[in-house]
């Protein structure tokens, strides 16, 4: 359902893509370029894929899955360390059910599962401190992934804990910034696109403003989207027109829900409990300042200074979710893609995640057996 | 009687005999079965079919139905799919110590009733009591037998291009009625799940004379694993429409939430039919007209024989492959 | 990235709201829209709402998305 209520005739989707390809393909007769657009959000990775836009759009417009899914960007060694921290008698790892496949070196939060450790999924962080004054003899910890969306959501646990002093409460922060990736994207990585499809939910905190930098600093445009077909259709085509006219420029095209300025209230609170920190992403190594921990005031809350868990270096494979998620390969240049990592067997995190690009394209895109 | 089951009423003695006769063999009034070992059945000649199903449900209780309810619907609808008419059930009980009995006793009764409304018999039973912590309440295991059907039987032989994909209603009732009824996600809704037997609609659309090709209940990993089994099993290329598939708000909504796909929902009352393109509005009528199956509908059809596969018409007209479920769907944030 | 619905709000308590997506209810936290009235719907994310959707601005959108299905491309 669109961010309206009242029925969206799918006569306009329908129409509105064609007209996408039109202008996509008249741009390509002029330039003799495909124009490439990188969405950065998971789930527009996987509605784009999953209603069927990608399909439609083959060929005329090139939709290159960046670094959108918190899953899929989370380091090896950070994943390793949350599985480890669930290792030990008397503890209850509360966490999205996102994470619970995720392979790490050893296993996945599921095995452990499996094994008998308490790991349990809750819908909202919230649930964990619930949770935790349930418990009162065992330690709660909360795995806590995201980008903006969902750090706001994090603090407000973290402030519920510290409001009713809840001592046995604490969170395993892995949290991820999405200005730092795009610049990194643009600078380190220097992906070949035309502009972004910026993502919605994240922007619902950060606001239009801050994308600002994308065209002082490198003049690449950009349309925050919202996940319904005509959301993202109209922001594709906007994109088109943009580069058509070559006048670079941040358009919101999610104005019910997105506002300039963004949620300050959630702004407000994320940086009273967190604060900026170094982080590695998958495949890209350490970006600096590009993540959120909790803030040393608050350290009594942060498992990793909790609890003294101690992962090696992780083994190298030929996954290539790294790339992926850079937006420089794609799931059917990956040697593993489809035959040694599939869903049930997922060596990168890119599979497991629904909305990562491997597990989008195998679920939605893959033609053969 | 003892309020709650006890180690002692599954040892054989005085308090098994007790539980025996107060809860299952009132429930299931078939006293002059309960005296042998074995329970004498008549079949008519022909072929028998066999199957057997094992229920664990959490909750055991749910809006809609309860286990009880469940192991008879479960196992009746897998005799009725295979277009043969169930006749007799046998019902296994595994028990935790400490289970309350008056909850016993209401699915044993619930299941004693289904039965009864399903035309079927229970002919044997088996209890067994586990010690606290060996058994999650209650499990359940019934097996199911039936003969098939000399007339009016379904041809899957017969599977051709253009023969229409049915459903007998909505998807993923079950599914989001047992994960709301769970708590533990927060979900609030007044969806039932929608486990019933459903042998007498599948009766009256076989006599109907309409022909069916195939027929399968899309329980675990719901319609589209299901018909991606019959797409492979069969060799069709089987094409379903987005649009089609009746799915009600709440369920829609739920998924929304949890970030579901409503096509993987687990079904108890639904049935998947693969019917002759020109026998469609027939088979429709008949489902129609049960309460189970009014919101039955035609939700695709098959492109071709050869290569067996399904794909899923988007509502944007492009089209994409629909495979099994990949391990138990988990709510996610992201 | 993350995962978010619409929900009407149909009961406004302190600190959370009871919302409806579509038949379907579920608290969440209004930490982050505190002003929101009953009746209007927000976007909804891990549990908490995290903007109210401006039906102004919704129906801005649905017309000119409708507009542009209809328009020539030159």
Redesign the interface.
Same mark, same amino acid.
């Given at each position: 359902m669109p961010a309206l209520f009242e029925p969206v005739d799918p006569g306009v989707a329908k129409e509105l893509a064609r007209k996408v390809i039109q202008l996509a393909d008249r741009y390509k007769e002029r330039t003799g370029i495909t124009p490439a657009f990188m969405e950065v959000c998971g789930s527009h990775t996987m509605a784009l894929a999953r209603t069927g836009i990608k399909q439609i759009l083959q060929g005329h417009v090139r939709l290159v899955s960046g670094p959108g899914c918190p899953v899929c960007v989370t380091d090896q060694k950070q994943i390793d360390a949350m599985i480890e921290v669930a290792e030990s008698e008397n503890r209850i790892v509360c966490t999205f059910g996102d994470m619970m496949r995720v392979p790490g070196s050893k296993r996945s939060l599921l095995s452990a599962k499996t094994d008998g450790r308490d790991v349990r999924i809750v819908y909202s962080p919230l649930d964990a401190v619930r949770i935790a004054e349930e418990n009162p003899d065992k330690e709660v910890i909360f795995l806590g992934v995201g980008f903006e969306t969902t750090v706001p959501v994090l603090a407000a646990a973290i402030q519920l804990a510290a409001k009713k002093n809840v001592g046995n409460f604490s969170m395993w922060a892995t949290t991820k910034l999405v200005q730092p990736v795009l610049r990194e994207l643009l600078t380190v990585k220097k992906v070949k696109i035309n502009g972004f499809l910026l993502p919605g939910h994240v922007s619902i905190v950060l606001g239009e403003k801050a994308y600002r930098f994308l065209i002082d600093e490198f003049r690449m445009p950009g349309v925050i989207s919202g996940f319904e077909p005509v959301e993202m259709l109209s922001a594709i085509y906007k994109l088109l027109e943009i580069i058509t006219d070559n006048r670079p420029a941040i358009v919101n095209n999610y104005k019910s829900v997105v506002r300039p300025e963004g949620n300050q209230a959630a702004q407000k609170i994320m940086y009273e409990f967190f604060e900026p920190c170094d982080e590695a992403w998958r495949g890209m190594g350490v970006i600096p300042q590009s993540g959120l921990d909790v803030r040393g005031k608050y350290s009594r809350f942060n498992a990793k200074k909790k609890f003294n868990v101690e992962v090696g270096e992780p083994k190298k494979t030929l996954c290539r979710c790294g790339d992926m998620i850079c937006g420089i390969a794609s799931p059917e240049e990956c040697i593993l893609f489809g035959k040694a990592c599939t869903p049930l067997h997922p060596i990168g995190p890119c599979m497991v995640s629904t909305e990562g690009s491997c597990a989008a394209h195998y679920a939605y895109m893959r033609k053969d057996g | 009687m003892e309020r709650k089951v006890t180690l002692a009423c599954g040892d054989g003695g005085e308090l098994a005999h007790k539980l025996i006769q107060q809860v299952f063999v009132s429930a299931f009034q078939n006293q002059d079965a309960s005296r042998f070992d074995s329970a004498f059945l008549s079949l008519e000649s022909g072929k028998i079919a066999v199957t057997t199903d094992s229920f664990v449900v959490n909750p055991l209780f749910f809006p809609g139905g309860n286990i009880g309810k469940i192991a008879v619907a479960g196992t009746v609808n897998d005799l009725s799919v295979a277009g043969s008419i169930p006749l007799y059930l046998t019902a296994g009980f595994i028990i935790e110590e400490g289970f309350p009995l008056e909850d016993l006793r209401k699915i044993v009764r619930s299941l004693a009733e289904e039965a009864s409304a399903a035309g079927v018999r229970i002919v044997a039973g088996d209890t067994k009591v586990v010690e606290k912590g060996g058994a999650d309440g209650l499990y359940i295991n019934t097996t199911g037998i039936g003969v098939q059907r000399a007339e009016h039987a379904i041809r899957p032989g017969e599977m051709q291009e253009g023969d229409d994909v049915i459903i007998s209603g909505t998807v993923g009732d079950h599914g989001i009625a047992i994960l709301a009824a769970r708590g533990e996600l927060g979900l609030m809704t007044d969806l039932q799940s929608d486990c019933t037997p459903l042998n007498h609609m599948i009766d009256k659309v076989l006599e109907s004379g309409a022909h069916v090709r195939m027929m399968r209940d899309p329980t675990r990993g719901g319609v589209a694993t299901t018909l991606v089994e019959i797409a492979e099993d069969f060799g069709a290329a089987i094409e379903i429409s987005e649009t089609a598939l009746p799915i009600r708000n709440e369920v829609m909504g739920a998924c929304d939430i949890l970030g579901f796909d409503p096509l993987y929902l687990a079904n108890e009352g639904k049935v998947i039919l693969i019917v002759a393109r020109n026998d469609r509005q027939r088979v429709l009528d008949v489902l129609r007209a049960f309460p189970e199956g009014r919101n039955a509908a035609v939700i695709g059809h098959i492109t071709g024989m050869g290569e067996g596969r399904l794909l899923l018409e988007t509502p944007l007209g492009s089209r994409r492959r629909l495979r099994r479920l990949s391990g138990m769907m988990l709510p996610r944030i992201c | 990235?993350?995962? %978010?619905? $619409?929900a009407k709000v149909i009961e406004k308590k302190e600190y959370t709201a009871l919302v409806?997506?579509?038949?379907?209810?579920?608290?969440?936290?209004i930490?982050?829209? $505190?002003e929101v009235e009953v009746g209007e719907?927000v976007?909804?994310? #891990? %549990?908490?709402g995290?903007?109210i959707?401006?039906?102004v601005? #919704?129906?801005?959108?649905?017309n000119?998305?409708?507009k542009? #299905?209809?328009?020539g491309?030159i």
């Open positions: - | - | 990235m993350c995962v %978010g619905v $619409p409806d997506v579509m038949g379907t209810k579920m608290e969440v936290g930490l982050f829209v $505190p719907y976007i909804v994310h #891990a %549990g908490q995290m903007s959707i401006d039906q601005f #919704a129906r801005e959108s649905l000119e998305w409708g542009m #299905a209809r328009a491309i």
